[in-house]
């Protein structure tokens, strides 16, 4: 299957396994994905490249999933996040829901996060009615929560 690289989303988790399983199924859908270890790498990926969706841990060495949110809202136009957490939910009350699309809880079942995030992915650029359409399609997945944006 041709990668499609108009639609590259990131994987950002200090989790190696969640890396390489999201990786696989995502290129395996003809999806053009990198990942990076840490917020940092993230950062850095996000500088020199464009991404339609962004699949983002919390809790990271060196830089965390919440300053990633907050330097993301500063640089401008927002991809899809999709939260990707095992936290508590003390910790999920503290991020801002305008910052995400979506909260995937961990342990996933690989193949349905891939639809979710293939579908965000076509989220971008669409029109509020499209988006909307699309996001109700989804919403029903397994362990995932959509939030309104």
Do not use: W
């Not at 640089?75 to 936290?87: D, N």
């Not at 979506?102 to 076509?122: M, Q, S």
């Not at 669409?126 to 699309?134: G, K, L, P, Q, V």
Request: with cysteine; charged share 20%; glycine share 6%.
């Amino acid at each position: 299957m041709a990668i499609d690289s108009t639609k590259r989303v990131l994987i950002v988790d200090d989790e190696k396994d969640v890396r390489d399983i999201l990786f696989t199924v995502l290129q395996a859908r003809g999806i053009s994905a990198d990942c990076a270890t840490n917020g940092r790498e993230a950062l850095d990926l996000i500088a020199q490249h464009p991404y339609v969706v962004v699949v983002l841990d919390l809790m990271m060495p060196e830089v965390n999933g919440f300053t990633v949110l907050e330097t993301l809202r500063a640089a401008g136009p927002m991809p899809v996040v999709l939260v990707l957490t095992a936290a508590d939910q003390g910790l999920i009350d503290r991020l801002d829901a305008s910052l995400i699309h979506g909260l995937i809880r961990k342990p996933f079942e690989p193949h349905e996060i891939a639809d979710v995030i293939a579908a965000c992915a076509e989220i971008r650029g669409r029109s509020m009615f499209e988006t909307m359409a699309i996001a109700a399609m989804i919403a029903g997945a397994p362990l995932v929560t959509l939030l309104s944006r």
